[in-house]
């Protein structure tokens, strides 16, 4: 396999070697809040007795680490394929990947220790109400240390950038005002505008975390609405922010499967200049069940969303249609479960886009509708995107390919899994069942099936998980050490 | 057919659309170049572009007038809701059939959600339980029967066993 897509940041010895690091730790502890998965699953089938009582804390800990893991593995992607171009630090790296490792840890002490099963968006006043009062204090600060080690990362990757592109170029507004400029690499453009979305919101978590604070050093008693405000800005910018700091490394890397490449231009830098504006209102769409949030606010929030979708179904994903049909591409293991990531993210997309209309969200608002939806893109889209790259990364940094039973046996199994679990969540959604429920009551007990068929699905995953896991880890192993 | 079906069929021909149009995308990358090229189709996006963008408007208009928010007219009849860790207190249990009802919807402790389920396990609709604020959810009963309402807004430990229920006569 002669691929040399990385060869650059292959060569910078410190950037390499964190990465593979940070990969190999993250597909591992991908394990766990996985197992937590499995286990909710069990729980809600019936096909667990023992651990019921621990199905919040499961809840909790499992969208908190999810985030957290793959939120990092977007980020170490992103900064290990811009040291092409510009130099990331290797001592901030480290620092921003050790202290999200801490806060992760922090977080599951919190929830499983002290008793904190708030929900991964811990919606206020339940963080006030349950758990112990050391709980709560080291689940905030977990969220904090998160925020930091993510804050101190994207202002070194900025700065990187800075040190050779200006804000305006790096904006692409001389492609928009037709003036003369250097050219801008897609890969550049989007991080920019993903960091900075990523810094408002963790500024905005801030905010919220001293609020919390206020309110446990005094008597001060917080406002419900503004604080859900808070959190949901936070939560859903940073999951998306995810997608697109993923984005960013597939605009640049996925054409050269073809031979081609996506080339900055006009229409491209103004679609990502309306996304900076377009997606921080997006948001607006967790509170449409909030008759009380202004109602124009809630209009603004589908507006939002639909304008998200817009630019996503004509720009990605009509590029990446058009870019496959006309190129003769290297269809391998990689190649080919990216393409897949495109249509699941596609797939979940429409699904997300319809519960972001506000009559629907009135009767599939925290259905089991909603993890359909999110999961399809956020973990057959985005977070299989990461694990394509990362295919890629182990085979060029070990030298070593793969083997043909990979795409015919290998790639189908993960992919029926994945469907499978997925198309249970979205049975639920079809037959109102409530997500996040321990045990489903008798009125709605077909979601105890859907939630038996979805375990063993998620089983079928898990082996071909494993095997893909193995595969990885023993490359990059070998490619630390040369 | 209810709207949870529609929804779900239209989810479904989505899916249906979009795996074909990826895999006849994919075998199209299998054989060699014709003589359409990356260009010819990038031309063509602006007329995609179009559609992609009237089709939403026009979802977005028609959204728009069957939003669950409006509040002209008086209710038939106002039911007073109060959610708490882990019951609902209703201020009444039964009600006539045909009526306009609007529930006012507050929470004591933390946030709750009012979910209003018919006899067969369908959602009729929700709207959430705030500390602190009261929401209006306004709703009109046409098959009398045992209705169900169940919390859908995680709020602890007993989240899932916080229901009570409604008579329609
Ligand atoms: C092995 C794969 C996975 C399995 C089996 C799994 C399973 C589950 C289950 C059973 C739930 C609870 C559904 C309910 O509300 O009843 C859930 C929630 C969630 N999952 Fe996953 N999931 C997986 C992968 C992921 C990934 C990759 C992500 C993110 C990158 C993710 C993020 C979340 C989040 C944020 C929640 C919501 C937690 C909450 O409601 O507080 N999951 N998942
Ligand atoms: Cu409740
Ligand atoms: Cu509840």
Redesign the interface.
């Known amino acids: 396999m002669e691929q040399t897509f990385f060869s650059e940041p292959i060569q910078n010895k410190g950037i390499r070697n964190t990465t593979l690091v940070w990969f190999s730790l993250s597909l591992v502890l991908f394990l766990v809040p996985a197992a937590f998965g499995f286990l909710m699953r069990s729980i809600q089938g019936n096909l667990l007795q023992d651990s019921h ?1 621990l199905f ?1 804390h499961f ?1 909790t800990s499992h969208g908190l680490l999810m985030v957290g893991i793959w939120f990092t593995s977007a980020m170490a992607l992103l900064t290990f394929s811009l040291s092409k171009y510009v130099k990331p630090r290797v001592g901030m790296y480290i620092v921003s990947l050790s202290l999200i490792v801490v806060g992760a840890l922090m977080s599951l002490w919190a929830v499983f220790i002290g008793d904190m ?1 708030t ?1 991964w968006y811990f ?4 963080p006030m ?2 758990g112990t009062a050391t709980g709560r204090i080291v689940f905030l600060s977990s969220i904090g240390v998160l925020g930091v080690g993510w804050l101190l990362w994207s202002i070194d990757l900025l700065l990187a950038i800075a040190k050779k592109y200006t804000l305006p170029e790096t904006l692409g507004w001389h492609y928009i005002f037709g003036e003369s400029g250097r050219e801008v690499p897609p890969i550049i453009m989007i991080a920019v505008v993903s960091l900075i979305a990523i810094i408002v919101c963790i500024l905005i978590a801030v905010i919220l975390l001293l609020l919390y604070l206020l309110e446990i050093a005094s008597s001060v008693v917080n ?3 503004l604080m ?1 405000n808070l959190v949901f800005v936070f939560g859903h910018t940073v999951a998306n922010m995810n997608l697109y700091l993923v984005i960013a490394v597939f605009y640049e890397y996925f054409p050269k499967f ?1 031979g ?1 490449e996506f080339k900055n231009g006009r ?1 491209l830098a103004i679609v990502w200049n309306s996304v900076l504006g377009i997606v921080l209102f997006a948001y607006f769409h967790h509170l449409y ?4 949030q202004p ?1 124009v606010v ?2 603004i929030g ?2 939002a969303s ?1 304008g998200a ?2 630019a996503a ?2 720009f990605t994903i ?1 590029s990446v ?9 290297n ?1 391998n293991f990689s190649s080919l479960l990216l ?2 990531s ?2 699941m993210w ?2 979940g997309g ?2 997300a886009l ?1 519960d972001a ?4 969200n ?6 089991l509708w909603v993890p359909a939806h999110f999961h399809t893109y956020y973990f057959t889209g985005a977070a299989t995107m990461i694990l394509s790259f990362m295919w890629t990364i182990a085979c060029e940094v070990s030298g070593a390919g793969e083997q043909p039973w990979m795409k015919k046996f290998l790639l189908p199994l993960l992919l029926a899994g994945a469907s499978g679990f997925l198309l249970m969540f ?1 049975f639920g ?4 069942i ?1 997500r ?6 008798v ?2 007990s ?1 979601g105890t099936a859907y939630a038996k068929a979805a375990a063993y699905s998620i089983l079928l995953f898990f082996a071909g998980y494993i095997v893909f896991m193995g595969m990885v880890l023993k490359r990059f192993l070998r490619g630390m050490k040369t | 057919m209810k709207l949870q079906t529609t929804i779900f069929v239209i989810w479904i021909i989505s899916t249906v659309i979009v795996i074909a149009a990826f895999v006849v995308v994919y075998l199209h990358s299998k054989v060699k170049p014709s003589s359409i090229t990356y260009e010819i189709i990038n031309s063509r996006r602006f007329k995609f572009f179009y559609i992609v963008v009237i089709l939403f408007l026009a979802l977005f208009f028609v959204a728009l007038s069957y939003t669950p928010y409006t509040r002209e007219g008086k209710a038939d009849e106002i039911i007073g809701v109060k959610a708490r860790m882990f019951s609902f207190v209703l201020t009444k249990d039964t009600v006539d059939c045909g009526k306009l009802i609007e529930f006012r919807v507050a929470a004591e402790d933390v946030t709750h959600g009012f979910g209003m389920y018919d006899s067969a396990g369908t959602l009729l609709g929700q709207v959430q339980a705030m500390p602190g604020y009261i929401n209006r959810l306004r709703i009109q009963f046409d098959t009398p029967g045992k209705y169900n309402i169940f919390c859908l807004e995680y709020c602890g430990s007993q989240h899932h066993q916080m229901k009570t229920s409604l008579i329609v006569k």
């Open positions: 009582h919040y809840l099963a929900g919606l206020y006043p339940l109400r349950i406002d419900a609405l859900k073809g081609g229409m069940m909030d008759f009380i109602t809630q209009y589908q507006f639909y979708g817009v179904a004509t009509f249609l058009a870019f496959v049909s006309t190129h003769k591409m269809w393409f897949i495109v249509a596609t797939i429409v699904a319809i209309t506000i009559p629907v009135f009767k599939m608002h925290n259905t979205y959604g079809l037959h109102s409530p996040r429920y321990e045990v489903y009551p009125e709605l077909e």
